[in-house]
Structure formats: structure tokens, C-alpha cells
T-cell receptor, first 113, second 114 residues
Framework: DAGITQSPRHKVTETGTPVTLRCHQT?????MYWYRQDPGHGLRLIHY???????DKGEVSDGYSVSRSKTEDFLLTLESATSSQTSVYFC????????????FGPGTRLTVL | AQSVTQLDSQVPVFEEAPVELRCNYS??????LFWYVQYPNQGLQLLLK??????LVESINGFEAEFNKSQTSFHLRKPSVHISDTAEYFC????????????FGQGTTLQVKP
């Protein structure tokens, strides 16, 4: 297994509060991704990074921002959480694009009340 | 752009029976295809992938999938399932580009009954 950890693993917060989720990897992988998983939708890409300080939007990026100041850390921030952002968030990494396998972290369950 | 459709949201099956989980994709460019498995309360694990070459790919635990370009399908099969195969299965596609972005299907829950 790739060494991917996510913190926190569970979080309950209130509408309007800022939330930051952290993904940490020990594999020195270049690419990192944030997905959200919702019933009936599978996983949808929020943002991804192809290097330190290099990020781009995914399919469902509205309301989210990301930062990557070090190879090993990729942060996902909800500036003002809404109930529609209640979801399970997964981080993934890969050494390269194309044929490289993406490895997934254990997930963070976020509930916005 | 790519899209993936998993045709069944739930597949109930008895232990030791065969199973097929269906996946169709659409893309205007060459693609790589993946099946991931998610056991309860865990992250996703790669089950198998098609990159090029032989259209039939196999996993270490008895699953196989066949890439059918003319039908744009990548169905997952196992001739005899076990209780431990109960999980959610995701089909995913990636365009042959530099970003590595995966597009996932909606998922199929395989329920293996004794």
C-alpha cells in the first residue's frame, strides 16, 4: 500500500465555518488528487496537483480550494462549508499520469450541519 | 471528455455463482480502463487495469475484465464468487493525456449471499 494518510478521519462542523482536510503521502508521488464520494455519483474529482504549487480544477471544484507547498502534503479547504459538501473525501496519489496507478487514502467523512 | 456508465447499481448473487459487473464508457480519444474495489469503510484499491496489449486482463483474486473497443465496454467477471467479494466496485477511465484524471462510474454494489 502507498503510504497515504488523511486527517481528520471524521469531522462534524456547522454551515459557514471553514474546514481544512489534509492528505499526507510518503511515496514522493508527483500527482495528488482530491475526490468526493456521494451515493449514486461514484467519485468525482475536486482538484488535483501535478507538482508543488501546481494545481488545477476538477469536475466539482466550486466552493473548494487547494494548496500544495510540499511534495508530501495536499490540503483541501472549504472556505465556508455548506450542507451540500457533506460527503466522504478521498485523497489519491500517483507517481505519474497516463498508465500510473492511483493509490487512495482511507477517506475523511465530513458532515456539515 | 470521457464518461463511464455502470449499468447495475446493485448485483445480488449467491456464493459460488458466477457474476458479471457491466461497465460502458465513451471517449473521443484513446483510454486506459480500471476497476477499483472498495470494502466497507475503506478506501479504493486497484483490482485490475487495461493499458494496452491483450484485451483480457486478470486480477490475483480471480476477477477478469475484457476490453471491447467496438462495444466500448470493460465488463468485470468472476466465475465463482465468495462472501469476501462483497464490496462496491467502480469502473474508471482515463484519457491518454498528461493529467492522469480518472473519471469514475457510479459504482456497483456486489452482495454475495450464503
Amino acid at each position: 500500500d502507498a503510504g497515504i494518510t488523511q486527517s481528520p478521519r471524521h469531522k462534524v462542523t456547522e454551515t459557514g465555518t471553514p474546514v481544512t482536510l489534509r492528505c499526507h503521502q510518503t511515496e514522493n508521488h508527483r500527482y495528488m488528487y482530491w475526490y468526493r464520494q456521494d451515493p449514486g455519483h461514484g467519485l468525482r474529482l475536486i482538484h488535483y496537483s501535478y507538482g508543488v504549487k501546481d494545481t488545477d480544477k476538477g469536475e466539482v471544484s466550486d466552493g473548494y480550494s487547494v494548496s500544495r507547498s510540499k511534495t508530501e502534503d495536499f490540503l483541501l479547504t472549504l472556505e465556508s462549508a455548506t450542507s451540500s459538501q457533506t460527503s466522504v473525501y478521498f485523497c489519491a496519489t500517483s507517481g505519474g499520469a497516463g498508465t500510473d496507478t492511483q493509490y487512495f487514502g482511507p477517506g475523511t467523512r465530513l458532515t456539515v450541519l | 471528455a470521457q464518461s463511464v456508465t455502470q449499468l447495475d447499481s446493485q448485483v445480488p448473487v449467491f456464493e459460488e455463482a458466477p457474476v458479471e459487473l457491466r461497465c460502458n464508457y465513451s471517449s473521443s480519444v484513446s483510454v486506459y480502463l480500471f476497476w477499483y474495489v472498495q470494502y466497507p469503510n475503506q478506501g479504493l484499491q486497484l483490482l485490475l487495469k487495461y493499458l494496452s496489449g491483450s484485451t483480457l486482463v486478470e486480477s490475483i483474486n480471480g476477477f477478469e475484465a475484457e476490453f471491447n473497443k467496438s462495444q466500448t465496454s470493460f465488463h468485470l467477471r468472476k466465475p465463482s464468487v465468495h462472501i469476501s467479494d462483497t464490496a462496491e466496485y467502480f469502473c474508471a477511465v482515463r484519457g491518454a493525456s498528461n493529467t492522469g484524471k480518472l473519471i469514475f462510474g457510479q459504482g456497483t454494489t456486489l452482495q454475495v449471499k450464503p
